[in-house]
């Protein structure tokens, strides 16, 4: 049994200890707004903050989060009013959607440690994760945005 | 413009939508109505099949437009809005049912179909559903003159209200649901009845997609997110040669692990069913497969196009198709003054959408229910009824949203193998194919061999064209391969077909990107070699027609075109074409000698498009499509070494990423009062072109493969 938080609720899973955090979250607990994409650690869809810190819950196992704060895109704020979540609806971001929860996890740990990147520095923190659409213009002007706007 | 459907009877077309009651018919024009007693009483019922409107005044309006990102899902739903002058803050909008009889747009010989594919939705529906607006704004209105007493004719709309300016009367739509009757036959709606363009309070404007606000919080719905009572999951190890079968596999010990319910053979792998999704994963790597043969044992991709390809195209007597044929094109390489001949390659491709492919079925009895994100659901509604020997009736889909399609989601492959999976184990089942499934058992866009000759007479313009393709994929081939924006007098356009075995299909562009990509090379290189200007030799020696002079006008203007550059930088051009949708793309590139990578700076696409219903929308189409070509001609690469695909995941089958990201992209669509066209895919076709003609500009030298990867580019600056 390995107990955690998600989204601030105390859960605890009896699944095998090995079981990636990804099914976890999409299919223990509901909470779908996580995404499978490679299953490898390579495109940053299934992106959660574990202790604050973005991770790859396709590479991060049950066993890795006893006693852990675990956030998804569901936790990040209870109504869509993270500061990014507006940027992106105001930059109108999403095309198909599928990458974007990962992308404002990730996007979220950026400003959280530096309120005011630079659009390099938002490359850079970015670059891991693949938005197959091709938004990544529209998500430098929605984290810009969200940086100007808090 | 073409109406459609003005004599359907509402009757007709509504049967078997179930719970809605019908009467007797109605004046020849439309606008008298029955007694209210026998009429089909409005308030919640369909007046016509994509609007039904509430007595609280809620619109809904039924959407055909399958939602991968492109928007159509809003877009469409904005024009029945736009005609029946709907308060858009009203209008909810559903998804369409499965049904192309009634839902589909009218195709070539009055079929009907819904594949939402070639980015064409806007275009292939605007007509039928503006008709359909004005219709049900007919029916409104007619219903208020029947309440005033006066005559229809005298009456106006506003967004949610019929008026009457005669004395400042308004009904609401929801007041007028309330208490109207719907006439069973439809008011006909001439086109010249339809909105001027001037009119339009919803075309033209941007408004937020609808499918935004969920898809920041995790709460949209992909069919990779439904969850069902007693649902189990399901994944499938594809044969590692394409077309093989399974024959047998260590099905004992497979069963025996955690959490297996079942294991099936299907048609191109073996299915294994799970209570858990990681425990079906885990099984699946277990699986010890014994393959049958297929025609696809021992492909080696690049032996193949390099070797093979280039036989078939010297072979004069290869058998070929004829795509076209104008004039005379060996009198006109006869007495050409000049003769130009070039070959160019490419190879294929993988549409890596981001969601992996998946379905949800269950069945009940001789209920069949189908979840799934597709571009066709027509199509998936046969396939599984067809998978299951059932009629399609019986089969429901239930559309969800799609983490991007590309042209792979629409032939309902995955969804028979999860219906049979469903039906094995008695049990709603998700089937979710790993990445690795989804790479190695992809349809891809198929590799080719383009041969292209040109000749130029005396006076410098270009007068005879050849063009033929070789590759293994019928229209995937050809599409994009005529140049109808060129007024050439003398063509010869063809396709000489092999075939491998190897599943390849519609990839956004498909085609054009091959066939504009050679193109566009052809003539930058006889533009160089005249020593004039790449875009003047367009418009004088390849003779543009008006509609392509504007977008090249356009984007010179845009890019400002013979402004000098930065050193190291230059720029070239392509037009674009896709869908009836005309562009003219500029680039600006750097080149790291070193590394051999290339860096694109700047883009600029004008574009043709038409009448622009979501200006917003479309430029994101644009933008997605212009980056979708950037990396599909700098990376993207499939290769088959000894019959199987040599790329498993994102490691080595690379997209583009943020740090490749122009620093500028520049999107503008003419102003024309035309038809809507697709602009989904008109961002692709012109950047492999566009590159390759900046490269040779910075360093002399052509590019004629793609991708153009950095080894390819280092080979091509030492030859």
Redesign the interface.
């Known amino acids: 049994m390995v107990s955690f938080t998600v989204n601030g609720k105390a859960v605890s899973s009896d ?2 200890r090995t ?2 955090l990804l ?1 976890i979250v ?3 607990l ?11 650690g ?2 940053g ?1 299934c992106t959660v903050h574990v202790d604050g810190t973005a991770v790859r819950a396709c590479q991060t196992q049950l066993s890795e989060i006893e006693g852990k704060k675990v956030t ?3 936790g ?2 209870p109504d ?1 009013s993270h500061p ?2 507006k940027a ?2 105001a930059e ?10 990962g992308q ?1 996890m990730k996007a979220a740990e950026l400003i959280a440690a530096k309120p005011k990147p630079t659009r390099s520095e938002i ?2 923190h ?15 002007a929605a984290v810009e945005r969200a940086s100007r706007e808090g | 413009m073409t109406v459609h459907d003005t004599q359907i009877s509402r009757r007709a077309v509504l049967a078997g939508l179930g719970g809605l009651t019908f009467c007797a018919a109605i004046g020849a024009d439309g606008l008298q109505l029955i007694a209210e007693a026998q009429g089909a009483t409005m308030a919640n019922a369909q007046i016509t099949p994509w609007v039904r409107i509430a007595p609280d005044g809620t619109v809904t309006i039924f959407s055909a437009g399958a939602e991968m990102g492109q928007g159509s899902m809003t877009g469409l739903p904005i024009i029945v809005a736009e005609e029946m002058d709907a308060d858009w803050s009203k209008v909810r909008i559903e998804m369409a049912p499965a049904d192309k009889s009634v839902y589909g747009y009218t195709f070539a010989n009055n079929q009907r179909m819904m594949q939402i594919v070639g980015s064409r939705a806007t275009q292939l529906y605007f007509n039928d559903l503006r008709m359909s607006g004005a219709q049900v704004r007919k029916v409104l209105i007619a219903n208020a003159a029947q309440k005033w007493s006066v005559d229809a004719a005298t009456l106006k709309t506003e967004p949610g209200f019929v008026v009457n300016p005669a004395n400042g009367a308004r009904l609401s739509y929801g007041e007028i649901a309330a208490f109207g009757t719907i006439p069973d036959t439809l008011p006909t709606v001439d086109a010249k009845e339809l909105k001027a363009r001037k009119d339009f309070r919803l075309i033209g404007q941007a408004q937020p997609r609808r499918d935004i606000p969920g898809k920041v919080n995790g709460t949209a719905q992909y069919a990779m997110d439904v969850k069902l009572p007693g649902m189990v999951y399901a994944t499938v190890l594809h044969a590692p040669v394409q077309g093989a079968e399974p024959e047998s596999w260590n099905d004992d010990a497979v069963k025996k692990m955690p959490g297996v319910v079942a294991t099936l053979k299907l048609p191109a792998g073996v299915g294994i069913v799970a209570t858990h999704f990681e425990q079906a994963m885990a099984a699946r790597e277990a699986l010890k497969v014994t393959w049958g043969k297929s025609k696809v044992d021992g492909f080696d991709s690049e032996k193949v196009l390099d070797v093979d390809y280039v036989r078939v195209a010297a072979d004069p007597n290869a058998s070929a198709t004829v795509l076209e044929k104008k004039g005379d094109t060996a009198d006109a390489f006869a007495k050409a003054a000049k003769t130009y001949k070039a070959e160019f390659r490419n190879d294929y491709a993988y549409h890596a959408q981001m969601e992996p492919l998946n379905a949800v079925v269950r069945i009940d009895g001789d209920k069949v229910e189908l979840w799934e994100g597709t571009q066709a659901p027509d199509e998936s509604r046969s396939a599984v009824a067809k998978a299951l020997g059932v009629p399609e009736a019986q089969v429901t889909v239930n559309q969800c949203y799609m983490g991007g399609g590309f042209g792979r989601r629409s032939l309902g492959d995955y969804a028979s193998e999860c219906a049979l999976m469903a039906k094995a184990v008695g049990k709603p089942v998700k089937l979710i194919w790993t990445r690795e499934d989804d790479l190695a058992h992809g349809r891809f866009r198929p590799q080719s061999l383009q041969t292209l000759e040109a000749a130029v007479d005396g006076s410098g313009k270009v007068v005879g064209w050849k063009h033929s393709v070789v590759g293994d994929g019928s229209i995937l081939l050809h599409t994009g391969i005529k140049i109808p924006y060129y007024d050439v007098p003398n063509q010869y356009i063809e396709r000489r077909g092999v075939a491998h075995g190897v599943q390849v299909f519609f990839w956004r562009g498909v085609g054009h990107i091959s066939n504009i990509f050679a193109i566009e090379s052809m003539v930058d290189r006889m533009a160089a070699d005249a020593g004039v200007d790449p875009i003047e030799f367009r418009l004088t020696r390849m003779a543009a027609t008006p509609k392509l002079r504007n977008v090249l006008e356009t984007v010179a203007q845009m890019s400002d075109w013979k402004a000098p550059r930065p050193e190291g930088r230059a720029l070239g051009v392509s037009i674009s074409e896709r869908s009836n949708s005309l562009g003219a793309g500029v680039v600006e590139i750097s080149l790291d000698k070193a590394s051999g990578k290339i860096r694109v700076h700047k883009v600029w696409l004008a574009g043709d498009g038409g009448i622009i219903v979501q200006p917003d929308a479309a430029r994101a189409n644009v933008e997605s499509g212009i980056i979708y070509g950037l990396s599909g001609v700098l990376h993207e690469r499939v290769t088959l070494k000894d019959g199987m695909v040599e790329q498993s995941n994102f490691n080595d089958y690379t997209v583009m990423r943020m740090s490749d990201l122009p620093e500028e992209m520049h999107v503008k669509f003419v102003d024309v009062a035309t038809r809507p066209t697709g602009l989904g895919e008109l961002g692709t076709p012109f950047i492999g072109a566009a590159i390759a003609n900046a490269f040779f500009k910075l360093t002399g030298k052509r590019l004629v493969h793609l991708p153009f990867t950095p080894e390819r580019v280092l080979a091509t600056l030492k030859a």
């Not at chain 1, 509901?30 to 490898?40: E, P």
């Not at chain 1, 109108?92 to 929860?101: A, I």
């Not at chain 1, 970015?126 to 430098?140: L, S």
């Open positions: 699944a095998d079981t990636p099914w999409r299919d223990h509901g909470l779908t707004g996580t995404k499978y994409g490679c299953g490898a390579l495109c869809a998804t895109i569901e990040l704020s869509s990014l979540q992106w609806i109108q971001v999403p095309q198909c959607g599928y990458c974007q929860s404002i490359i850079e970015m670059d891991g994760n693949i938005c197959r659409c091709g938004t990544y213009h529209r998500i430098i």
